[in-house]
């Protein structure tokens, strides 16, 4: 059936409030042929929603009519999508069985998946077929028709937790920190979703780039886990796949899913309805850029169609609104001097009498008893027939200035002000404006998501620049930059602090997460090759630091640096993390952070050509300590073994410590760079000592350490710096 046939022009009509059809004056304009197509899905999705109707596999979640129809509109648009949606619905449905899904629930999750990029109708082909990466207008252009898809499923009477499912999955392309929310508040069904379509997605081909093998996918989701994907599904989907295996996506359908007969190809009539559908799409994305919120209202005085835009206009849902009868007390009409308007003055009601369009800009109760100004456009929705069938009412706030919003010039002008002139990332002033945001919706909130901020510095810049000019300097700092943003995943925003430093900024990530992403740049940027310069290899050191209650901008990015000049000056090339905002150093030179006390610093010297190797073997045996890490001018090791619940005993041997010692001098010769000591200077060394398990308070960890160093001093022999140099 096609939206414009005869046929479907009967299947519209429906009686006036008397009961007799309406006819008006004028004539059909393409607004209601397509909003018409809209309307035919309302009452398709009601009339299904009787048992006798209903498809049993369907009941109760999306009419099956409606069904078909959404999906022969999305096959229609890009069959590549619809492969996708039925690859991810597979992989969706089946990792939720492993984890106890069923029954309406599963089915539920099946419908979500198959639907959940149905937005992509209305997306234009230069950006749903761009290949590369899409830029932030068309991103956001992307999310725009995301929400729209999720309209039209509302207004199709589709089950509330299928909408819900399909609302959170797009959680993850919000860019803005203030828009963000806990795992706890999305759906579990979503959080799966996510996970299953980005496997998905990253296993097969896209236009801007190759297929990754399953190994590369997962390391890529666990990278990710607790930011953009849900750790525990991550972990479900690594245990599903070595139970069963990895699973066959090179099909679509299951042949005994009992909604495989959707998927049937669709005829010549169910082609053009789907053709219609496609324009229906691109229609409300125009008036979605153009207005504030539309409504549906049909011969009955019944709201049919009620969008997000008019949800947030007159703070009422779609779910308290579709289906109510429309009474002119609903909005309250007043005109421009707040003076109530008569029935017949009404927008529905002097349509009804005209026939006409309707203009006017009026006063209307925003749902919490204040009046809005708001223009607003109504207009017949009539068919061939000039038979009434609805009519549309478009709203637009008079108080809101877009046009400068929208401006391609003040768009341009602000990307220049926010935007690094060099690297084209974020700049020094916009990570201040960023970082504040974050920190308001932290310091607000009683519970609140911790976000954490990582400070890098390119190690021995200056020598880039020395040897091999400015123009090579600059683009180091550009692939730099480009480095930082490719490997970021989960809406980090990264910015020049100024020279050769950049901050990364994460959004609901605590220092652990940080760290580790903080290592996965540092890997990454020692692997960097540079093509006109095959020879240049750089490295860089980074600072670490979670927000904590009561930070500024500048206590925040104040911790971050104080780590990265711990990371500088014990040997580059390494990351370090700092939780406090002051460290408290007691006369002997170590130091602990204020909010971890299970951790000690200290840093002193000790004479050359000592045979440290040989003394820290005595320390090691006699310590029975067990190796972690040996590099160049690095070593970690485990003192003490703890219990089988990680509680600390009685004795040291079962009071568990890491130990590192670093002597930065070697590790800058190992890499090359020269050494800035004499021959008779001492050795700068620096030892961490940090707690494993669970100490029984902070005074046994701090005599368990101060009694471990100081054994270790006896081994090598600490001396006086200056008296040395004399």
Same mark, same amino acid.
């Given at each position: !059936?096609?939206?414009?046939?005869?046929?479907?022009?009967?299947?519209?009509?429906?009686?006036?409030?008397?009961?007799?059809?309406?006819?008006?004056?004028?004539?059909?304009?393409?607004?209601?042929?397509?909003?018409?197509?809209?309307?035919?899905?309302?009452?398709?999705?009601?009339?299904?929603?009787?048992?006798?109707?209903?498809?049993?596999?369907?009941?109760?979640?999306?009419?099956?009519?409606?069904?078909?129809?959404?999906?022969?509109?999305?096959?229609?648009?890009?069959?590549?999508?619809?492969?996708?949606?039925?690859?991810?619905?597979?992989?969706?449905?089946?990792?939720?069985?492993?984890?106890?899904?069923?029954?309406?629930?599963?089915?539920?999750?099946?419908?979500?998946?198959?639907?959940?990029?149905?937005?992509?109708?209305?997306?234009?082909?230069?950006?749903?077929?761009?290949?590369?990466?899409?830029?932030?207008?068309?991103?956001?252009?992307?999310?725009?028709?995301?929400?729209?898809?999720?309209?039209?499923?509302?207004?199709?009477?589709?089950?509330?937790?299928?909408?819900?499912?399909?609302?959170?999955?797009?959680?993850?392309?919000?860019?803005?920190?203030?828009?963000?929310?806990?795992?706890?508040?999305?759906?579990?069904?979503?959080?799966?979703?996510?996970?299953?379509?980005?496997?998905?997605?990253?296993?097969?081909?896209?236009?801007?780039?190759?297929?990754?093998?399953?190994?590369?996918?997962?390391?890529?989701?666990?990278?990710?886990?607790?930011?953009?994907?849900?750790?525990?599904?991550?972990?479900?989907?690594?245990?599903? =796949?070595?139970?069963?295996?990895?699973?066959?996506?090179?099909?679509? !359908?299951?042949?005994?899913?009992?909604?495989?007969?959707?998927?049937?190809?669709?005829?010549?009539?169910?082609?053009?309805?789907?053709?219609?559908?496609?324009?229906?799409?691109?229609?409300?994305?125009?008036?979605?850029?153009?207005?504030?919120?539309?409504? =549906?209202?049909?011969?009955?005085?019944?709201?049919?169609?009620?969008?997000?835009?008019?949800?947030?206009?007159?703070?009422?849902?779609?779910?308290?609104?579709?289906?109510?009868?429309?009474?002119?007390?609903?909005?309250?009409?007043?005109?421009?001097?707040?003076?109530?308007?008569?029935?017949?003055?009404?927008? !529905?009601?002097?349509?009804?009498?005209?026939?006409?369009?309707?203009?006017?800009?009026?006063?209307?109760?925003?749902?919490?008893?204040?009046?809005?100004?708001?223009?607003?456009?109504?207009?017949?929705?009539?068919?061939?027939?000039?038979?009434?069938?609805?009519?549309?009412?478009?709203?637009?706030? @008079?108080?809101?200035?877009?046009?400068?919003?929208?401006?391609?010039?003040?768009?341009?002008?602000?990307?220049?002000?926010?935007?690094?002139?060099?690297?084209?990332?974020?700049?020094?002033?916009?990570?201040?404006?960023?970082?504040?945001?974050?920190?308001?919706?932290?310091?607000?909130?009683?519970?609140?998501?911790?976000?954490?901020?990582?400070?890098?510095?390119?190690?021995?810049?200056?020598?880039?620049?020395?040897?091999?000019?400015?123009?090579?300097?600059?683009?180091?700092?550009?692939?730099?930059?480009?480095?930082?943003?490719?490997?970021?995943?989960?809406?980090?925003?990264?910015?020049?602090?100024?020279?050769?430093?950049?901050?990364?900024?994460?959004?609901?990530?605590?220092?652990?997460?940080?760290?580790?992403?903080?290592?996965?740049?540092?890997?990454?940027?020692?692997?960097?090759?540079?093509?006109?310069?095959?020879?240049?290899? =750089?490295?860089?050191?980074?600072?670490?630091?979670?927000?904590?209650?009561?930070? @500024?901008?500048?206590?925040?990015?104040?911790?971050?640096?104080?780590?990265?000049?711990?990371?500088?000056?014990?040997?580059?090339?390494?990351?370090?993390?700092?939780?406090?905002?002051?460290?408290?150093?007691?006369?002997?030179?170590?130091?602990?952070?204020?909010?971890?006390?299970?951790?000690?610093?200290?840093?002193?010297?000790?004479?050359?050509?000592?045979?440290?190797?040989?003394?820290?073997?005595?320390?090691?045996?006699?310590?029975?300590?067990?190796?972690?890490?040996?590099?160049?001018?690095?070593?970690?090791?485990?003192?003490?073994?703890?219990?089988?619940?990680?509680?600390?005993?009685?004795?040291?041997? !079962?009071?568990?410590?890491?130990?590192?010692?670093?002597?930065?001098?070697?590790?800058?010769?190992?890499?090359?760079?020269?050494?800035?000591?004499?021959?008779?200077?001492?050795?700068?060394?620096?030892?961490?000592?940090?707690?494993?398990?669970?100490?029984?308070?902070?005074?046994?960890?701090?005599?368990?350490?101060?009694?471990?160093?100081?054994?270790?001093?006896?081994?090598?022999?600490?001396?006086?710096?200056?008296?040395?140099?004399?």
């Amino acid at each position: !059936m096609t939206l414009t046939s005869d046929s479907a022009v009967l299947d519209l009509m429906a009686p006036a409030g008397n009961g007799e059809v309406v006819h008006v004056a004028s004539y059909p304009l393409d607004s209601s042929r397509v909003l018409l197509g809209l309307v035919n899905l309302v009452r398709r999705a009601e009339r299904d929603n009787t048992p006798d109707r209903a498809d049993a596999q369907l009941h109760g979640l999306i009419s099956h009519r409606v069904f078909r129809s959404l999906l022969n509109g999305l096959q229609f648009r890009d069959p590549a999508t619809m492969r996708h949606s039925q690859r991810v619905a597979r992989l969706a449905t089946g990792l939720a069985k492993y984890l106890g899904w069923e029954d309406r629930n599963l089915r539920a999750l099946e419908i979500a998946a198959l639907l959940h990029d149905l937005g992509k109708i209305g997306v234009p082909d230069s950006v749903l077929f761009k290949p590369a990466r899409l830029n932030s207008d068309e991103l956001r252009l992307m999310t725009q028709h995301y929400m729209l898809g999720i309209d039209v499923l509302e207004t199709c009477r589709v089950d509330p937790l299928i909408v819900r499912i399909i609302t959170d999955s797009h959680h993850r392309y919000s860019r803005d920190p203030r828009g963000g929310s806990t795992f706890s508040e999305i759906h579990q069904g979503a959080r799966i979703l996510v996970v299953a379509d980005a496997y998905e997605s990253l296993s097969h081909d896209q236009v801007f780039r190759r297929a990754k093998a399953h190994d590369e996918i997962l390391k890529l989701l666990n990278e990710n886990a607790g930011t953009q994907f849900d750790g525990n599904i991550v972990s479900a989907l690594q245990r599903w =796949i070595h139970t069963y295996g990895p699973p066959a996506l090179d099909g679509t !359908m299951a042949d005994d899913d009992p909604l495989m007969h959707y998927f049937m190809a669709p005829n010549e009539a169910e082609l053009a309805e789907a053709a219609n559908l496609s324009h229906l799409f691109s229609y409300l994305h125009t008036l979605d850029s153009l207005y504030d919120g539309m409504s =549906i209202i049909d011969a009955n005085r019944r709201i049919l169609v009620w969008d997000r835009g008019a949800a947030r206009t007159f703070k009422r849902s779609a779910a308290e609104v579709l289906g109510v009868t429309w009474k002119p007390q609903f909005f309250g009409y007043a005109d421009d001097r707040g003076v109530p308007l008569a029935a017949s003055q009404c927008p !529905m009601e002097a349509i009804c009498a005209t026939g006409a369009s309707y203009a006017a800009t009026l006063n209307m109760n925003n749902g919490e008893g204040e009046p809005v100004s708001i223009e607003l456009q109504a207009f017949p929705l009539i068919d061939k027939h000039q038979r009434l069938q609805a009519i549309a009412e478009i709203y637009r706030r @008079t108080e809101r200035d877009d046009e400068a919003e929208t401006s391609p010039e003040l768009h341009a002008l602000k990307m220049l002000a926010s935007r690094d002139a060099l690297t084209r990332v974020a700049n020094r002033g916009e990570l201040d404006s960023q970082i504040e945001l974050l920190l308001k919706k932290f310091n607000a909130e009683a519970v609140s998501e911790p976000f954490s901020v990582i400070f890098v510095d390119a190690d021995h810049f200056k020598s880039i620049n020395d040897k091999h000019g400015h123009t090579v300097g600059d683009q180091v700092l550009v692939d730099l930059a480009r480095l930082l943003q490719h490997e970021s995943y989960s809406g980090e925003i990264i910015g020049r602090y100024g020279g050769e430093e950049f901050i990364v900024v994460c959004p609901a990530t605590d220092i652990e997460l940080a760290i580790r992403k903080s290592e996965r740049f540092r890997m990454s940027i020692q692997a960097m090759r540079f093509a006109d310069h095959p020879a240049l290899r =750089i490295t860089a050191s980074f600072g670490v630091t979670q927000v904590v209650r009561g930070d @500024t901008v500048a206590t925040l990015v104040g911790r971050a640096d104080k780590a990265l000049y711990e990371a500088k000056q014990t040997g580059r090339n390494r990351t370090c993390q700092l939780m406090s905002a002051h460290g408290r150093k007691s006369s002997n030179g170590t130091s602990q952070d204020d909010d971890d006390p299970f951790k000690f610093v200290q840093r002193f010297y000790i004479g050359i050509g000592q045979g440290i190797v040989q003394k820290l073997s005595g320390f090691i045996e006699d310590h029975q300590a067990k190796l972690l890490t040996v590099e160049p001018g690095r070593v970690k090791m485990q003192c003490g073994g703890g219990t089988i619940f990680g509680l600390w005993g009685w004795t040291d041997g !079962m009071r568990p410590v890491t130990v590192e010692i670093v002597l930065p001098e070697l590790i800058n010769e190992h890499n090359g760079h020269a050494s800035r000591r004499s021959p008779n200077s001492p050795e700068s060394i620096c030892v961490t000592v940090q707690a494993k398990g669970n100490p029984r308070s902070e005074a046994t960890f701090q005599t368990r350490a101060k009694r471990l160093l100081a054994d270790l001093k006896s081994y090598l022999v600490p001396c006086d710096r200056s008296t040395h140099l004399k």
